[in-house]
């Protein structure tokens, strides 16, 4: 068997005609395909009664395979006629082999709720099938159809979005991103498809091209808010527009039934700045270190209000940071930071928090790499890392003059800050691992011990003792702050190889130290034992405040409160899609951050209150001021009050 041209056009000629017929339900017009046509026998079809499930508004395929039992020396026309207007002009037959033919068609949008039943007759003619003069023997045949349609109220029901509407800050010129969920039910995850959002208002930058569909249903969309029309000042309003349908998305001449689905959007564009008049906050000291202070708590003991929080000021930076554990140090008025500028060499900087302007800059030339800053004692202490590279450096606060460099044995690591306490400066160190303590404001030298420490390790102490945790060793030490001898050790080694980074130790005040390193862990400094472990914690930070331990679950898309002394799981905050990883905590409120947002988290509702349309690395100065340093370099600054 074979189809010429003229059968193509012949069939979509007589499916025109076929459009003409009634569009009612009830039976219909036919003698079946099989045994009622025995001159017919030789072609069959697949399936011999099709059934076919939709919506009102939607067209669905339908696809037939004929196969023959014989062959003919003549070429042939096919003809598909249907008189009730189930199916549309849309037709078409392709071969499947030698002797078999599979015709698609579609079934009518315009269908209304109920059952809907005809008889396709199926013509095969030497001529044109619509007078079909001469046909072939047994022609024509009759297949039955049957569409179940069901109605267009029960359609959106097939598409879940994850929020009932979006709300996103910005500032003029500044671009965010904007992320929700969508989850299709079984039937509809199974459809060839396509699926898009489209923003009529323009508001966002939404993705051009159409998406094939996720196995399972399950999408994120991550849109832009657009620079391009530079808002002004203001709140603006649209409808996002989410797209299903049987043909290109951008065009959706075939949508599917529910399609589409709209979610309201609200772009907020803010002022850029607010220099208002800053004053310390009572009970705040400085944050001199990475998570604020010696014991890495995170905690500040203030409480603040999210409807008076402002963006105060934000430098930019050229280039990428490459430094994984970037943190802030804050100390008399000044924010310090570390990055590397345009011309890729690492740089000091100091920051005015009233203005954002820069103070002053060290650049740290021919570095291999330079880690974050610690700020105390009118001084800023800096460790840089690189074999022959690892230097103390001890820089005037008020000037950035070079007060004092002191050589180190570290090799190639990348650090967290060093660890001040009245004037004694703890860093890593060590040709292998350890760590050392400088004895005076200036940096002098005082002890070193080896240690078995990693990327993005700092120490803890409390004045008496210094804490490490290796994660390679699954050991908590504990080392004399005078001389730096042994003081004990808890834990044991993993049973088998394991490599985490950025453990640092987090002091409770209450005789335990907390470890987030994959798991959640409490250590007991009276007993010397493990208190608890609690499996599935992501590399994130940990911190302590208000008598509680927070930490993230759920591969950073929760916050949880865990219960110090026994681990036991208080309450969880959903955070959405994003995977957070940094935490400090205030009375009322827990900042959390991931690499593109920020969060407040209201610690007695456990609601979020409050996002920033930027991530990374978080701190909060003693004049009130929220610091928010991005993977990109950039320091975004909020006013709190």
């Known amino acids: 068997m074979k189809v010429n041209v003229r059968g193509l056009l012949a069939c979509a000629l007589a499916f025109t005609l076929a459009a003409c017929g009634g569009g009612g339900s009830g039976g219909g017009g036919g003698s079946g395909s099989g045994a009622s046509n025995p001159d017919g026998a030789w072609l069959t079809f697949d399936p011999a009664a099709p059934t076919v499930s939709q919506y009102e508004g939607e067209s669905m395929p339908v696809s037939v395979t004929a196969t023959s039992s014989r062959t003919f020396a003549q070429s042939f026309n096919i003809g598909i006629i249907d008189t009730k207007g189930v199916v549309t002009t849309d037709v078409s037959v392709s071969g499947a082999s030698a002797m078999s033919y599979v015709a698609t068609l579609r079934t009518s949008p315009n269908l209304s709720a109920g059952t809907h039943t005809t008889s396709l007759e199926v013509r095969v003619c030497e001529d044109a099938p619509l007078t079909c003069a001469k046909p072939f023997p047994g022609s024509p045949w009759h297949v039955p159809l049957t569409v179940q349609v069901k109605s267009r109220t029960d359609a959106a029901a097939r598409l879940t979005l994850s929020v009932p509407s979006l709300s996103v800050t910005t500032y003029p010129g500044e671009a965010t991103t904007v992320t929700f969920e969508a989850q299709l039910d079984k039937e509809l995850a199974r459809r060839v498809a396509s699926i898009g959002v489209f923003d009529p208002a323009s508001l966002t930058v939404t993705p051009p091209d159409q998406m094939t569909l996720a196995p399972d249903g399950h999408y994120v969309f991550t849109l832009s808010t657009a620079t391009s029309n530079a808002l002004a000042v203001g709140t603006y309003n649209s409808n996002l527009q989410l797209r299903m349908c049987d043909d290109d998305v951008r065009t959706c001449q075939r949508p599917v039934a529910g399609s589409p689905w709209t979610l309201p959007l609200t772009v907020n564009v803010k002022s850029p700045t607010n220099l208002s008049a800053l004053a310390p906050v009572n009970g705040l000291g400085s944050w001199t270190t990475y998570q604020g202070n ?36 804050i100390d008399n008025g000044r924010v310090f930071i570390v990055r590397q500028g345009a011309n890729t060499q690492w740089e000091l900087l100091a920051i005015s928090e009233d203005s954002g302007t820069i103070a002053w800059k060290v650049e740290l030339t021919n ?29 005037s606060q008020a000037t950035g003059a070079l007060l004092k460099q002191t050589a180190m044995s570290s090799q ?37 011990v080896p240690s078995t420490v990693e990327e993005g390790w700092s120490p803890a102490t409390d004045g008496r003792f210094v804490y490490t945790y290796s994660t390679p060793d699954n050991i908590l030490k504990v080392f004399d702050a005078a001389d730096g001898g042994s003081a004990y050790a808890i834990g044991a080694p993993y049973p088998y190889s394991t490599y985490f980074t950025a453990a640092p130790v987090v002091l409770t005040g209450t005789g335990q130290a907390i470890v987030a390193s994959g798991q ?21 930070m940990a911190a302590y405040g208000n008598g509680t331990v927070y930490a993230f679950g759920a591969n950073g898309r929760t916050l949880e409160a865990h219960a110090p002394a026994n681990g036991n799981l208080l309450w969880t905050v959903d955070l959405g899609n994003n995977d957070f990883s940094n935490v400090i905590v205030t009375r009322n409120l827990a900042f959390v951050s991931s690499s593109t947002a920020t ?12 996002t920033y349309p930027q991530g990374g690395n978080l701190a909060i ?15 975004a600054a909020v006013n709190l009050r």
């Open 294 to 329: 010696a014991a890495h708590t995170g905690f500040v003991d203030a409480s603040f209000d999210p409807a008076t929080f402002t963006r105060r000021w934000q430098l930019s930076s050229a280039v990428n940071s490459e430094n994984r554990y970037a943190s802030t140090a």
């Open 520 to 540: 959640l862990m409490a250590f007991d400094l009276a007993t010397h034992a493990r208190a608890w472990v609690l499996d599935g914690y992501t590399f994130g």
């Open 412 to 448: 190639w690591s990348n650090y967290s800050a060093p660890t001040v306490v009245g004037t004694d400066v703890y860093s890593i160190d060590g040709y292998y691992g350890g760590l050392a303590k400088y004895a005076d404001q200036d940096g002098k030298f005082a002890w070193t």
């Open 599 to 610: 969060q407040a988290v209201d610690l007695n509702t456990r609601k979020v209150v409050w």
């Open 367 to 395: 570095l291999n790499h330079v880690n974050p800053p610690a700020a105390a004692n009118g001084r800023v202490y800096v460790t840089s890392t690189g074999h022959e590279d690892t230097y103390l450096w001890v820089y």
């Open 621 to 635: 100065s003693q004049r009130g001021v929220l610091y928010i340093l991005t993977s990109a370099g950039k320091l």
